[in-house]
């Protein structure tokens, strides 16, 4: 990169800061405490929360269900969790956290970068073998954890009995003998011991092929500030619902950003649809951070609980970490406005591609353009790039990318750029469309079929509310096509019908050979389907039919 492009580089994030309010007139000494800041936490995830610290110390910082916190206060009791665990009898180089949304999930990140531990972000569904087995491999020496996790959590230690356990959340402070507010009290007023390491952030991959993998990151750098705000109307100091789970990378990164961005924090433990319109309106939140089965659950509150709310203070209501529903997406916006931002990421990329509205209202299953500073490329089986309209592998380059797996294993690559796992197609706007994961797709009489095509086709059925499709081992085809489906409550479809009705949009080799009905998707908890527990439920059947002979 020349001078004259690095020079036009810096005046390109000058002014977005500019514009965002980030750069913003204040007194000297504000600037010279943030710096100080900087150089003391280093550039890490969990920097903005120091330098809001110092930007402004007696603003709001987090609003959850045991009151607020101004930054000052998030600051200080952060710094005595720090000296707490730096008091530990053993050495903490890696901190496992599993909680939910809620100010001992904040601190406790907060404490484990300022004495350079790793953090490894646990998901809260995971329990039994899964959680034991990432546990040891990642070498964890405390785990912080929510009360409701105990068992769990207990029997994954179960070899592993030196690592520390930190209670995070409790209903009853008494009944465990360490806990965060209790370390946080008796350290008030300490700071920890400058540290040599530099914490890294663990971000588990969604497990769809397998075992969670471990991928490390240093955090984003100026291009991913830059592409956030130049797409999505983040202003400084201003208020966000984060009800996306923290432990997510999409929830994590809106937490990390809100943080950068010095923006009040309102969440909540457990995502209510109800809950999360009353609190934008209450705070007057300009920004909404979900995952998008959460705008689902919101659009099908009935029609006179959604009258209570106005959420006319929204500038942006942003969404990451599974397919969006074309049919919610607009309703969302023609009832809240055009604010529905759609990301799409990856725990190994970070940001890949926004949608904004705009995009969302010409092409509702998009993706969006690529994010600034993100090369994306559509490739085939011999890495040649397939013209617009035609599918293939998702292949991205930018600044955000991981460190690699903690395995020491990596992501394909070639030329440098780095598979997404997905595949998908560019249109001649240049807007992305993601088909399905790579391993998804599934070879029926020689023909490729990506199940979310049909999965699209089936919820476009007015009687049908959501629909999943697996692809299965056939005898006679190689593989084929079994549909899963929730119906609205005054559907009158059977499964024959709906099978007509994929006949009459796709080809016949499209059409699903078994259509079960289901009173709901399993979802995980940022609301991907878990398709384990579909083919679980075939297995059911097949158990049950093979009995009834």
Same mark, same amino acid.
């Given at each position: 990169?020349?001078?004259?492009?690095?020079?036009?580089?810096?005046?390109?994030?000058?002014?977005?800061?500019?514009?965002?309010? /980030?750069?913003?007139?204040? *007194?000297?000494d504000?600037?010279v405490?943030?710096?100080?800041?900087?150089?003391?936490?280093?550039?890490?995830?969990?920097?903005?929360?120091?330098?809001?610290?110092?930007?402004?110390?007696?603003?709001?910082? !987090?609003?959850?269900?045991?009151? $607020? !916190?101004?930054?000052?206060?998030?600051?200080?009791?952060?710094?005595?969790?720090?000296?707490?665990?730096?008091?530990?009898?053993?050495?903490?180089?890696?901190i496992?956290?599993?909680?939910?949304?809620?100010?001992?999930?904040? =601190?406790?990140?907060?404490?484990?970068?300022?004495?350079?531990?790793? /953090?490894?972000?646990?998901?809260?569904?995971?329990?039994?073998?899964?959680?034991?087995?990432?546990?040891?491999? %990642?070498?964890?020496?405390?785990?912080?954890?929510?009360?409701?996790?105990?068992?769990?959590?207990?029997?994954? !230690?179960?070899?592993?009995?030196?690592?520390?356990?930190i209670v995070?959340?409790?209903?009853?402070?008494?009944?465990?003998?360490?806990?965060?507010?209790?370390?946080?009290?008796?350290?008030?007023?300490?700071?920890?011991?400058?540290?040599? *390491?530099?914490?890294?952030?663990?971000?588990?991959?969604?497990?769809?092929?397998?075992?969670?993998?471990?991928?490390?990151?240093?955090?984003?750098?100026?291009?991913?500030?830059?592409?956030?705000?130049?797409?999505?109307?983040?202003?400084?100091?201003?208020?966000? /619902?984060?009800?996306?789970?923290?432990?997510?990378?999409?929830g994590?990164?809106?937490?990390?950003?809100?943080?950068?961005?010095?923006?009040?924090?309102? $969440?909540?433990?457990?995502?209510?649809?109800?809950?999360?319109?009353?609190? #934008?309106d209450?705070?007057?939140?300009?920004?909404?951070?979900?995952v998008?089965? &959460?705008?689902?659950? +919101?659009?099908?509150?009935?029609?006179?609980?959604?009258?209570?709310?106005?959420?006319?203070?929204?500038?942006?209501a942003?969404?990451s970490?599974?397919? &969006?529903?074309?049919?919610?997406?607009?309703?969302?916006?023609?009832?809240?406005?055009?604010?529905i931002?759609?990301?799409?990421?990856?725990? %190994?990329?970070? &940001?890949?591609?926004?949608?904004?509205?705009?995009?969302?209202?010409s092409?509702?299953?998009?993706?969006?353009?690529?994010?600034?500073?993100?090369d +994306?490329r559509?490739?085939?089986? %011999?890495?040649?790039?397939?013209?617009?309209?035609? #599918?293939?592998?998702?292949?991205?380059?930018?600044?955000?990318?991981?460190?690699?797996? $903690?395995?020491?294993?990596?992501?394909?690559?070639?030329?440098?750029?780095?598979?997404?796992?997905?595949?998908?197609?560019?249109?001649?706007?240049?807007?992305?469309?993601? #088909?399905?994961?790579?391993?998804? &797709?599934?070879?029926?009489?020689?023909?490729?079929?990506?199940?979310?095509?049909?999965?699209?086709?089936?919820?476009?059925?007015?009687?049908?509310?959501?629909?999943?499709?697996?692809?299965?081992?056939?005898?006679?085809?190689?593989?084929?096509?079994?549909?899963?489906?929730?119906?609205?409550?005054?559907?009158?479809?059977?499964?024959?019908?709906?099978?007509?009705?994929?006949?009459?949009?796709?080809?016949?080799?499209?059409?699903?050979?078994?259509?079960?009905?289901?009173?709901?998707?399993?979802?995980?908890?940022?609301?991907?389907?878990?398709?384990?527990?579909? *083919?679980?439920?075939? =297995?059911?059947?097949?158990?049950?039919?093979?009995?009834?002979?």
């Amino acid at each position: 990169m020349t001078l004259l492009e690095r020079l036009n580089q810096t005046a390109g994030l000058l002014v977005t800061l500019a514009r965002a309010g /980030v750069l913003a007139p204040m *007194r000297p000494d504000r600037y010279v405490r943030m710096a100080a800041a900087v150089r003391r936490e280093g550039m890490s995830a969990a920097t903005g929360f120091a330098i809001a610290a110092q930007r402004c110390p007696d603003r709001c910082a !987090l609003i959850d269900e045991l009151g $607020t !916190l101004t930054w000052r206060e998030l600051d200080q009791r952060s710094d005595a969790l720090a000296a707490a665990l730096q008091g530990l009898p053993d050495d903490v180089n890696v901190i496992g956290i599993m909680a939910r949304n809620h100010r001992g999930f904040v =601190e406790s990140l907060i404490a484990a970068n300022r004495i350079g531990a790793d /953090v490894l972000l646990l998901n809260t569904s995971f329990a039994g073998p899964a959680l034991a087995e990432v546990l040891a491999r %990642e070498e964890v020496d405390v785990v912080i954890y929510d009360e409701e996790f105990a068992p769990s959590i207990s029997r994954a !230690l179960k070899d592993r009995p030196q690592a520390a356990q930190i209670v995070a959340w409790t209903d009853d402070p008494g009944a465990h003998a360490t806990n965060v507010a209790g370390l946080i009290e008796a350290h008030l007023g300490q700071r920890p011991a400058p540290s040599e *390491r530099t914490s890294k952030l663990i971000l588990l991959t969604s497990g769809t092929t397998g075992s969670p993998k471990g991928a490390k990151h240093a955090g984003g750098g100026a291009d991913a500030l830059k592409s956030i705000l130049d797409r999505t109307p983040w202003r400084a100091e201003e208020t966000t /619902v984060i009800v996306a789970p923290m432990f997510h990378a999409w929830g994590f990164g809106q937490l990390a950003f809100a943080a950068l961005m010095a923006c009040t924090i309102v $969440t909540r433990r457990k995502f209510d649809p109800e809950a999360t319109l009353a609190l #934008v309106d209450e705070h007057r939140a300009t920004g909404l951070c979900v995952v998008p089965v &959460m705008f689902d659950r +919101i659009v099908d509150l009935p029609d006179d609980v959604l009258a209570r709310y106005s959420g006319r203070s929204l500038r942006f209501a942003a969404a990451s970490g599974s397919r &969006m529903r074309p049919d919610v997406v607009i309703k969302f916006m023609d009832r809240f406005g055009d604010v529905i931002y759609n990301n799409y990421n990856a725990t %190994e990329a970070g &940001m890949i591609a926004t949608a904004t509205p705009e995009d969302l209202r010409s092409a509702p299953d998009t993706a969006g353009r690529p994010a600034g500073g993100t090369d +994306i490329r559509i490739l085939d089986s %011999e890495f040649r790039g397939q013209p617009t309209g035609e #599918v293939g592998t998702i292949y991205v380059r930018n600044s955000t990318q991981f460190d690699g797996y $903690t395995s020491g294993a990596t992501k394909d690559f070639h030329d440098g750029y780095m598979s997404s796992g997905d595949v998908g197609y560019l249109d001649a706007a240049g807007r992305l469309f993601v #088909v399905g994961r790579d391993d998804e &797709m599934i070879v029926s009489g020689g023909e490729n079929v990506y199940p979310i095509e049909v999965e699209k086709t089936l919820a476009a059925h007015p009687d049908v509310a959501e629909a999943a499709v697996l692809g299965v081992d056939d005898a006679q085809y190689g593989q084929r096509l079994t549909a899963f489906v929730v119906l609205t409550d005054a559907a009158s479809a059977t499964p024959d019908t709906l099978k007509a009705h994929v006949r009459e949009n796709l080809a016949n080799y499209k059409v699903p050979r078994e259509l079960l009905v289901l009173n709901e998707l399993p979802r995980g908890s940022t609301g991907k389907i878990v398709r384990a527990e579909l *083919r679980a439920v075939l =297995e059911r059947n097949a158990t049950k039919d093979s009995n009834q002979d």
